[in-house]
């Protein structure tokens, strides 16, 4: 899906580790009735199931080896996992290439401009507390105001 107007707000992807390309934007759009997400995703690297955990976590900076200042899954309500405002589906890698379009009311817009985006290493197993179990952080964007 291509939306033809302008996202509310974005975050552009990055990994740091100098054996990894993550690379790639997410896109929010504030809808009425909740928050349009669009992911768009490169350079992922191969781990074995193809998906990889994708969250919006509560920090709000992507510095430092393992993205240590993300801080854990955006979840304002104290929710178990995966009820978190901030869990998000996965990402499904096509020859390390995702794209991926989902609506979410758990949070508005303006709730999570200046949070980070992450990707994990793995897949979210959608139950280990507090955070699925998706491995390492490979990649980070901080969502910004467009």
Same mark, same amino acid.
């Given at each position: ?19 990894? =390309? ?21 350079? #992922? ?14 920090? =709000? ?8 200042? $993300?801080?854990?899954?955006? =979840? ?15 990402? #499904?890698? =096509? ?8 609506? $979410? ?5 303006? &709730? ?12 979210? &197993? ?6 699925? &179990? ?13």
């Amino acid at each position: 899906m291509q939306y033809s107007r302008r996202p509310n707000a974005r975050a552009i992807i990055k990994s740091r580790e100098p054996y990894l =390309n993550v690379r790639g934007e997410v896109l929010f759009y504030q809808e009425r009735d909740g928050v349009l997400v669009t992911a768009k995703i490169t350079g #992922l690297p191969q781990n074995g199931s193809g998906f990889y955990g994708f969250h919006i976590h509560e920090g =709000n900076d992507c510095n430092g080896k393992g993205f240590p200042d $993300t801080g854990s899954h955006y =979840n304002p309500n104290d929710l178990p996992h995966p009820s978190h405002a901030g869990d998000l589906p996965p990402l #499904l890698s =096509n020859h390390g290439s995702a794209y991926m379009t989902v609506k $979410t009311d758990r949070f508005r817009l303006r &709730d999570v401009i200046g949070r980070t985006v992450v990707i994990h290493a793995g897949p979210d &197993d959608f139950h280990t507390q507090p955070s699925g &179990d998706a491995g390492e952080k490979i990649a980070c964007g901080v969502i910004r105001a467009v």
